[in-house]
């Protein structure tokens, strides 16, 4: 993957920039020594490494105002961080930039039941938003994997979504308002605890930019009161294609639940070595949750039972504990886990008409048979979003090429049955050189002038989404 | 003289039309639900109609901007689906006539009492297709449900009212039509019964409706027959009081199309549900009528007398809370003013894509 050279007269400004840096923000919140800043070399993405000239940790909208404007300046590039779970390289760094983090920003600003919404500063984390507000019976619906870890500026600029986004939506329907600070340095605010824009719905424009329109230090987001009670199902099949035609089925029928998650054979072995969840060994496997009270669970199961009997299935197994939900979702949550202890492995982001599943999990087999590398996949089937894992093994040289171009054909793929890249991990650098596969050059054109609004010098994470010689003149003006 | 109608036939020969445009353009769906039409030859859309895609199992629809609402709820209604955010009907509100289409739907990100719980057009809207300013064609989005793949022309396009192109296809995820629907309603003066409202809104038990208005306080409950009662029952016992249970959906098409408030100026107030009540105080002595939707979050006000249509009076209840979109009448802007940052990332956006400023030229200010 290529990355534009840094820009020899940043790195020749260096010492000035860091002793200007430090005149705006407090001593310890500027960072400069290589020790340290080589922790920002990479995200979630770590195949690749780049230390930044520096790292910028403010605490308040005013001090990333003050870092932004000055960056701006001086022509220098900043690339924002949340909690640097990115796998699609959001936050990756160039030598000649200024990693902006905004970790420390992390408080509760203001809870309002009656209006339904939680107003905090975007370096909280996912799950300590939903911890600042359940002990009150409400919850935030967005659930990525990372969730533990990854911050809400990071949810926002890649519009996270999660296992429950089929009934709550990703992050761009729970949220209400932004406080952005421009490159230039200055503050807007957008939205609020209302439900729609008075204007052009920059908000939604704003969520998902992946850190290249703005800086998003404070957020509304919606909050939800916390279902009773939540159980899932496990079924197994003999193919993908019954798995697939069952999901189908269970959603044709108007039944709503919360996560339909699917597993394949390689998936479920590893996972069963990995976790011992009891798995079934099977061809395809469906965890399916629903919510509500006890008796509205057990009607709805009810109904996907009558639904899943239909399709033969190998094993059919309802929660009747705690004790059993917690294994039935065992497996699935320590997928990547189980994969990482196998091998070296690349996480796929693409999304498929939910129709077309069997076909694409057919053509997958057949591409990675062609190529020698095994592909497990676990993915969201409810919504078509697949997360394939290609294995490979990150010591044996070429490898990891060979696993670069099997992923790139897999998600060539998924565009041409009327899908997309990536359907909540985000472009990145990861897939940044594919976006023509989904795009012709006057719809990337129209997203560039978007940016062209927000950061006419083009220096907030220019070299991600977009192919670098789509951008160069742009970035090099 | 009449002035030359455009009614394009296809996405290129709309696209020619607007290369060749030297002034003004004004764009029309059906024109049943804009808030104003802009200056200059009118482009209408209705030539660009039709289905070319519907998965029922897959929730999906893709349809020209053109085709007729009305043509898509039918096809969707044999399937037992629907689109979920419950666009209204204005054309009385409004005092219009003709056809509403998918794309005007987009255009002004139409919803009704649903989107408290499943939101607006912008969100089940997936792809979409359109021409700007210089006749280019561009699509962002698809047909699929999770899609995170660049910027989100999408939601930028929902409600941009044509000033930022001419849409020309859209994708829609859908709803399965739940097999039950349940209205309870009681009649409490308006403070109480907001109270109710938000408290439903705040309980585990998935209200898809919460309104006040002439009939008093009314909650929607929707889903699987057993599952309906159950919040029923529990929805009476957490808020006392009582309610009477009601079939049928007359009540919330009522609440999404304004019905009643057919006098003098006509409001659309969005704000904070805990301000609602105050907004409507600051009209105290001047002759209204509203109905309240999303637990108060959107109320609908026609104002009666005043020669700035009560701009002055609810644009000052609402700064700070919410803002107010007026409907209908004259007598002030539409849109109600921005701040000043928001305003220039607009009006830039707009020279971006509409550089001959004639699309819609004028009408959110």
């Known amino acids: 993957m290529d ?29 400069a020594d290589p020790a340290e800043t080589r922790a920002y070399e990479c995200d979630a993405l770590a195949a690749y490494r780049c230390a930044p000239l520096a790292v910028v940790l403010p605490r308040t909208t005013a001090e990333v105002s003050a870092v932004l404007r000055l960056c701006s300046q001086m022509g220098v590039k900043v690339v924002p961080r949340g909690a640097g779970t990115s796998l699609a390289g959001g936050s990756f760094p160039t030598a000649d930039c200024v990693v902006l983090g905004v970790a420390r920003m992390n408080a509760v600003i203001e809870t309002d039941y009656d209006n339904r919404f939680i107003r905090v500063q975007t370096g909280r984390t996912n799950l300590a938003v939903t911890g600042a507000v359940e002990a009150d019976g409400w919850f935030y619906a967005p659930d990525p994997s990372s969730q533990l870890a990854c911050a809400i500026a990071g949810n926002i600029a890649m519009n996270s979504g999660g296992a429950h986004c089929l009934k709550y939506g990703v992050t761009t329907n729970n949220l209400l308002g932004v406080t952005i600070v421009l490159m230039s340095g200055e503050v807007v605010e957008i939205g609020g605890p209302w439900s729609d824009a008075p204007g052009l719905d920059l908000l939604g424009v704003i969520c998902g930019s992946e850190g290249q329109l703005g800086i998003v230090t404070e957020a509304y987001l919606r909050i939800l009161p916390k279902p009773e009670g939540a159980r899932p199902v496990l079924m197994g099949f003999a193919a993908n294609e019954v798995a697939g035609a069952c999901v189908a089925d269970i959603i044709r029928a108007g039944l709503l639940p919360v996560a339909i998650e699917f597993m394949d054979r390689p998936c479920i072995r590893a996972c069963e070595d990995f976790a011992k969840a009891g798995y079934p060994d099977c061809e395809a496997l469906l965890i399916v949750e629903v919510e509500g009270s006890p008796a509205e669970i057990d009607a709805q199961l009810a109904r996907i039972k009558d639904i899943a009997l239909r399709h033969n299935p190998v094993a059919y197994r309802e929660s009747g504990s705690e004790e059993e939900s917690r294994k039935i979702w065992l497996g699935r949550k320590s997928a990547f886990g189980a994969m990482g202890n196998i091998a070296d492995y690349m996480c796929l982001d693409g999304t498929i008409p939910v129709s077309e599943l069997p076909y694409v999990l057919r053509r997958i087999a057949e591409m990675s048979a062609a190529v020698g590398l095994s592909v497990a996949n676990v993915f969201h089937a409810g919504d078509g979003n697949m997360h394939p894992l290609i294995l490979y093994n990150a010591n044996k040289p070429g490898d990891l090429e060979l696993c670069e171009a099997l992923g790139a054909d897999i998600l060539k793929l998924c565009v041409e049955v009327g899908g997309c890249l990536t359907g909540e991990h985000g472009v990145g650098v990861e897939k940044r050189d594919l976006m023509p596969v989904q795009f012709n050059p006057a719809d990337l054109e129209a997203q560039l002038r978007v940016k062209d609004v927000f950061d006419p010098d083009w220096l907030l994470n220019p070299a991600k989404v977009f192919p670098l010689d789509v951008t160069a003149s742009r970035r090099a003006s | 003289m009449t002035p030359l109608v455009l009614q394009p036939q296809s996405e290129a020969e709309l696209g020619e039309m607007i290369r060749a445009a030297e002034g003004p353009v004004s764009l029309r769906g059906g024109g049943t639900r804009g808030v104003a039409y802009g200056p200059g030859t009118v482009l209408e859309t209705a030539g660009l109609s039709g289905i070319s895609l519907y998965e029922p199992g897959a929730l999906t629809l893709v349809a020209g901007a053109g085709t007729p609402l009305a043509e898509v709820e039918a096809v969707l209604s044999a399937q037992n689906q629907r689109l979920a955010f419950e666009a209204p009907d204005l054309r009385r509100a409004l005092q219009r006539h ?80 739940p097999e039950c629907a349940v209205t309870l309603q009681t009649q409490v003066p308006l403070s109480a019964g907001l109270a109710l409202l938000r408290r439903a809104l705040g309980s585990p038990f998935e209200v898809s409706g919460a ?38 959906d007359a009540l919330w098409v009522g609440v999404r199309d304004a019905q009643g408030l057919n006098d003098g100026a006509l409001w659309r107030v969005s704000c904070k549900p805990t301000a609602a009540e105050g907004v409507v105080a600051a009209l105290a002595g001047v ?30 209840a609402v700064a700070g809370v919410g803002h107010a979109t007026l409907m209908r009448g004259t007598g002030a802007a539409a849109f109600a003013p921005e701040a000043a940052g928001v305003a220039a990332l607009s009006r830039a956006l707009r020279a971006q894509f509409d550089p001959k400023g004639i699309l819609n030229a004028g009408i959110m200010g």
Do not use: C
């Not at chain 1, 840096?21 to 310890?28: H, I």
């Not at chain 2, 409950?221 to 919040?231: P, Q």
């Not at chain 2, 002759?287 to 999303?294: E, G, M, T």
């Open chain 2, 98 to 177: 003709g056809v509403s289409t998918l794309g005007g739907v987009v255009a002004t990100n139409a919803s009704g009492p649903r989107r408290v719980q499943a939101g607006a057009a912008r969100d089940h809207l997936i792809g979409v297709r359109f021409v700007d300013g210089m006749g280019t064609v561009v699509k962002s989005g698809g047909r699929v449900m999770k899609n995170v793949t660049g910027l989100d022309l999408v939601k930028l396009m929902a409600g941009s009212h044509g000033t930022l192109g001419v849409i020309t296809q859209v994708a829609f995820k859908l709803q399965a039509v």
């Open chain 2, 287 to 316: 002759a209204h009528q509203a109905i309240f939707d999303w637990g108060g979050g959107l109320i609908w006000i026609a104002v009666q007398g005043l020669g700035d249509a009560g701009a002055a009076l609810i644009r000052g």
């Open chain 2, 211 to 248: 309104a006040y208005g002439p009939f008093g306080a009314a909650l929607r409950v929707e889903g699987m027959e057993a599952s309906v009662r159950y919040r029923v029952a529990s929805l009476k016992a957490l808020l006392g009081g009582d309610w009477v249970e009601t079939a049928g």
């Open chain 1, 3 to 31: 990355m534009p050279l840094p820009d020899q007269r940043i790195l020749n400004a260096r010492d000035g920039l860091i002793a200007r840096l430090r005149g705006v923000l407090p001593a310890d919140a500027v960072i």
